[in-house]
Nanobody
Framework: QVQLVESGGGLVQAEDSLRLSCAVS????????LAWFRQAPGKEREFVAA????????NYADSVKGRFTISRDGAKNMVYLQMNSLKPEDTALYYC?????????????????WGQGTQVTVSS
């Protein structure tokens, strides 16, 4: 079992920055992927970013490229999402997700482990 706990969400204004954190615990293995997804009210859950546990590979949704950065701290078992130049359309519940694989997939159904989510609200 793997447990994920997100934190760092909040209410910010457009163009502000915010950093989300995800604490990972439980049984993990050497080859796995951690990702961030988000879901706005009335919309489907969408991929934001993913990182290999070694940290050498990342993948981003086009909508966040150049603004968001995913990173990890292996010693602390943490994954982060640095969000800059936030826009009102970034408003959503942000989830951390985990899968045992080396593929940085964007499909949420392929991630069996999820956190409870942290709310990000960006006002205009």
């Amino acid at each position: 079992q793997v447990q994920l706990v997100e934190s760092g969400g909040g209410l910010v204004q457009a163009e502000d920055s915010l950093r989300l954190s995800c604490a990972v615990s439980g049984r993990t293995f050497s080859s796995y992927v951690l990702a961030w997804f988000r879901q706005a009210p009335g919309k489907e859950r969408e991929f934001v970013a993913a990182i290999s546990w070694g940290g050498s590979r990342t993948n981003y949704a086009d909508s966040v490229k150049g603004r968001f950065t995913i990173s990890r701290d292996g010693a602390k078992n943490m994954v982060y999402l640095q969000m800059n130049s936030l826009k009102p359309e970034d408003t959503a519940l942000y989830y951390c997700a985990f899968r045992l694989s080396s593929v940085l997939t964007v499909t949420p159904q392929l991630y069996p482990y999820w956190g409870q989510g942290t709310q990000v609200t960006v006002s205009s």
